[in-house]
């Protein structure tokens, strides 16, 4: 069963919304990963018994897209 989250994260161009798609997209137990940069928008859908929600916020976090 996944779960699906959203956060809302700063992005400045098409090139940071490829980049916070492809971090997510790379992380285990990540099914789908869409970004908007025009929205400030990440919507993510996962199996929370391979990666948590927190897990995900610290990715992004880690790779300087701190989800507000």
């Not at 700063?10 to 869409?34: F, P, S, W, Y």
């Not at 908007?36 to 018994?49: G, L, M, T």
């Not at 610290?58 to 790779?63: G, I, P």
């Amino acid at each position: 069963m996944t779960r699906d989250a959203t956060f809302t994260v700063k992005m400045h161009c098409g090139g940071c919304e490829n980049t916070v798609q492809t971090i997510l997209r790379m992380t285990e137990g990540v099914v789908r990963a869409d970004a908007d940069y025009r929205q400030s928008e990440v919507r993510v859908q996962f199996d929370p018994e391979r990666v948590s929600e927190d897990q995900l916020r610290a990715k992004l976090d880690d790779s300087g897209f701190t989800p507000r």
